[in-house]
């Protein structure tokens, strides 16, 4: 897409986007690769909808380096290298960046980091910060002008942001959808909420920004064309921080599922209010919404008034969690430690609430105090900040730390014992996948590469849980049943969150896992190896 504004004749560039490597985690379900044949979590959607912004005379390549490493070659090869990153990507970026500018290439970053702390990044050429709009253009026509290194930083920051339903449809045609767990796309940006630790509001808006159903069912459309991922991530802040617009949004993607044979599963992120609105939980099962992930945080009423976090309760948390089960939605909850009303008994009341929930899937992290949220604003101001390497955590807890770490282990240590998983397991399967729609199994978007990959997932399973797992009793006891019923995808579900949860667990409670995935110090896991030959563009 030629950018907007451009006067003259355009100018070829060589431009090489670039995703830095993020630390594994619990809910990116690094041990599940090798079963999947997969070796990232998902695609990166800013990047990739840039290398589809820069204008068309330029020559693009893009790296996941979650996938494989940067090459010297291709260095050298570029003018210009554009990354974007989150904060816990911040020491990748400074190791490309040292990179790239060995290799004498000029530096640009966007992204959340960038756009949430800038002052961490003077080494950079060009900043972006804010969303696609008006520094974009600006940022593009000076590199259009002028590719070399500026004598010194400069930066571009959005005052007029491009309407979501102006971004153009992210580069697909970069990445192979097979390298990812999970394929990854973007209706809406921005949330009502205030919550203390989030920093979704100061960056993008508190009032959605929205595609229309037709340029969703656009990219979702690309999204087959590269062959079928089994399901897709609304990565929006909050699927449901626009009720309106998602039930209008819903009927379209209905009928799309059923166009296309019901080529995939949707899962989202949402607030737990979502439970107050049969209507639209209705349409998402009919959708083929089979996963929400909802900041759950902690089930103590009173933290949850302390961090802003009062919505949480607008329907009882038990009883939210069981609506949504009743449509067929298995429900992720995020969890957070470290709070300042947190006592002796709050991870007792966590074990508590997963076993009363039934909920699988909890991604405890410790809290991380975010630039730009009231919670670092608030902790700044009481010097209850601290950085310090090797620390899991940037907050000076109200608690000793070494208490809430130990608590925070002991907490993985016993939700995820094989016994309890599998028993939470067996209850959705049991009290929710029954309440799903039944898609059909063929449909005009299957084909024999996608056998192909069933079978192997299955032979891998089988071999990885079925038979070397210590667990594995566990598996054929619950698993089995239901594949020997049909419910085969239920079944390898199941033995593949169990396979990876278990095993991070017991990282975890043994201290070998980081304690919270937005800490800027966490270690990235080293992407794979891949030959010369097979370092090329896709």
Same mark, same amino acid.
């Given at each position: 897409?030629?950018?907007?504004?451009?006067?003259?004749?355009?100018?070829?560039?060589?431009?090489?986007?670039?995703?830095?490597?993020?630390?594994?985690?619990?809910?990116?379900?690094?041990?599940? #690769?090798?079963?999947?044949?997969?070796?990232?979590?998902?695609?990166?959607?800013?990047?990739?909808?840039?290398?589809? #912004?820069?204008?068309?005379?330029?020559?693009?390549?893009?790296?996941?380096?979650?996938?494989?490493?940067?090459?010297?070659?291709?260095?050298?090869?570029?003018?210009?290298?554009?990354?974007?990153?989150?904060?816990?990507?911040?020491?990748?970026?400074?190791?490309?960046?040292? =990179?790239?500018?060995?290799?004498?290439?000029?530096?640009?970053?966007?992204?959340?980091?960038?756009?949430?702390?800038?002052?961490?990044?003077?080494?950079?050429? #060009?900043?972006? @910060?804010?969303?696609?709009?008006?520094?974009?253009?600006?940022?593009?026509?000076?590199?259009?002008?002028?590719?070399?290194?500026?004598?010194?930083?400069?930066?571009?920051?959005?005052?007029?942001? =491009?309407?979501?339903?102006?971004?153009?449809?992210?580069?697909?045609?970069? @990445?192979?959808?097979?390298?990812?767990?999970? !394929?990854?796309?973007?209706?809406?940006?921005?949330?009502?909420?205030?919550?203390?630790?989030?920093?979704?509001?100061?960056?993008?808006?508190?009032?959605?920004?929205?595609?229309?159903?037709?340029?969703?069912?656009?990219?979702?459309?690309?999204?087959?064309?590269?062959?079928?991922?089994?399901?897709?991530?609304?990565?929006?802040?909050? /699927?449901?921080?626009?009720?309106?617009?998602?039930?209008?949004?819903?009927?379209?993607?209905?009928?799309?599922?059923?166009?296309? $044979?019901?080529?995939?599963?949707?899962?989202?992120?949402?607030?737990?209010?979502?439970?107050?609105?049969?209507?639209?939980?209705?349409?998402?099962?009919?959708?083929?919404?089979?996963?929400?992930?909802?900041?759950?945080?902690?089930?103590?009423?009173?933290?949850?008034?302390?961090? !802003?976090?009062?919505?949480?309760?607008?329907?009882?948390?038990?009883?939210?969690?069981?609506?949504?089960?009743? #449509?067929?939605?298995?429900?992720?909850?995020?969890?957070?430690?470290?709070?300042?009303?947190? $006592?002796?008994?709050?991870?007792?009341?966590?074990?508590?609430?997963?076993?009363?929930?039934? @909920?699988?899937?909890?991604?405890?992290?410790?809290?991380?105090?975010?630039?730009?949220?009231?919670?670092?604003?608030?902790?700044?101001?009481?010097?209850?900040?601290?950085?310090?390497?090797?620390?899991?955590?940037?907050?000076? /807890?109200?608690?000793?730390?070494?208490?809430?770490?130990?608590?925070?282990?002991?907490?993985?240590?016993?939700?995820?014992?094989?016994?309890?998983?599998?028993?939470?397991?067996?209850?959705?399967?049991?009290?929710?996948?029954?309440?799903?729609?039944?898609?059909?199994?063929? $449909?005009?978007?299957?084909?024999?590469?996608?056998?192909?990959?069933?079978?192997?997932?299955?032979?891998?399973?089988?071999?990885?849980?079925?038979?070397?797992?210590?667990?594995?009793?566990?598996?054929?006891?619950?698993?089995?049943?239901? @594949?020997?019923?049909?419910?085969?995808?239920?079944?390898?579900?199941?033995?593949?969150?169990?396979?990876?949860?278990?095993?991070?667990?017991?990282?975890?409670?043994? $201290?070998?896992?980081?304690?919270?995935?937005?800490?800027?110090?966490?270690?990235?896991?080293?992407?794979?190896?891949?030959?010369?030959?097979?370092?090329?563009?896709?």
């Amino acid at each position: 897409m030629n950018s907007v504004g451009m006067i003259g004749r355009p100018r070829q560039r060589r431009a090489l986007c670039i995703s830095p490597r993020y630390a594994p985690s619990f809910g990116t379900f690094t041990r599940a #690769y090798p079963i999947m044949g997969a070796k990232a979590f998902m695609p990166p959607l800013g990047i990739l909808v840039i290398a589809s #912004y820069l204008p068309s005379s330029w020559e693009v390549r893009f790296i996941d380096e979650n996938i494989r490493e940067v090459s010297d070659a291709e260095l050298r090869w570029a003018e210009v290298v554009l990354l974007s990153g989150m904060h816990v990507q911040r020491q990748e970026i400074g190791r490309l960046v040292a =990179r790239a500018k060995a290799a004498g290439r000029t530096t640009v970053l966007g992204g959340a980091s960038a756009s949430g702390a800038p002052d961490w990044y003077p080494q950079i050429d #060009y900043l972006h @910060i804010g969303e696609l709009g008006d520094a974009t253009d600006r940022l593009i026509a000076t590199l259009e002008a002028d590719p070399a290194p500026p004598r010194r930083q400069v930066r571009f920051e959005t005052t007029v942001r =491009r309407d979501l339903d102006a971004f153009p449809t992210p580069a697909w045609q970069h @990445i192979r959808t097979k390298d990812y767990f999970i !394929a990854a796309l973007q209706y809406s940006s921005g949330c009502p909420y205030r919550c203390e630790f989030c920093d979704i509001p100061a960056l993008y808006g508190r009032v959605p920004r929205l595609k229309r159903p037709e340029q969703v069912l656009a990219e979702l459309d690309a999204l087959l064309e590269r062959g079928v991922p089994g399901a897709v991530y609304f990565v929006d802040d909050n /699927f449901v921080g626009n009720r309106k617009a998602a039930r209008d949004l819903l009927p379209h993607l209905i009928d799309w599922q059923r166009r296309n $044979g019901f080529p995939l599963q949707f899962a989202c992120e949402a607030t737990l209010n979502l439970a107050r609105d049969d209507d639209l939980l209705a349409l998402m099962r009919e959708a083929f919404f089979c996963t929400v992930f909802c900041g759950i945080e902690t089930p103590e009423p009173a933290a949850l008034a302390a961090i !802003a976090k009062e919505h949480n309760l607008a329907v009882p948390m038990l009883d939210a969690v069981a609506k949504c089960n009743s #449509y067929g939605i298995e429900v992720v909850a995020g969890i957070i430690l470290g709070f300042d009303t947190d $006592g002796p008994k709050t991870v007792d009341a966590l074990i508590e609430f997963a076993e009363r929930s039934h @909920i699988p899937m909890l991604t405890v992290n410790l809290l991380e105090a975010l630039p730009r949220t009231p919670l670092w604003h608030r902790l700044a101001a009481d010097d209850r900040i601290d950085d310090a390497p090797g620390r899991e955590s940037n907050v000076v /807890f109200l608690r000793p730390y070494e208490e809430v770490l130990a608590g925070w282990r002991r907490a993985f240590g016993t939700l995820y014992r094989p016994e309890a998983l599998w028993d939470r397991l067996a209850w959705n399967a049991a009290n929710t996948y029954p309440n799903r729609i039944t898609p059909p199994m063929g $449909g005009p978007h299957r084909s024999w590469r996608d056998l192909g990959f069933f079978l192997r997932l299955v032979v891998n399973l089988f071999v990885r849980v079925g038979l070397l797992a210590p667990w594995r009793r566990e598996f054929w006891r619950h698993a089995w049943p239901l @594949i020997r019923r049909g419910l085969v995808r239920e079944g390898l579900h199941m033995a593949m969150l169990a396979h990876h949860l278990i095993g991070y667990a017991n990282d975890a409670a043994s $201290g070998r896992a980081a304690a919270a995935f937005y800490a800027a110090g966490a270690r990235p896991e080293e992407p794979a190896k891949r030959t010369a030959s097979d370092a090329s563009m896709a």
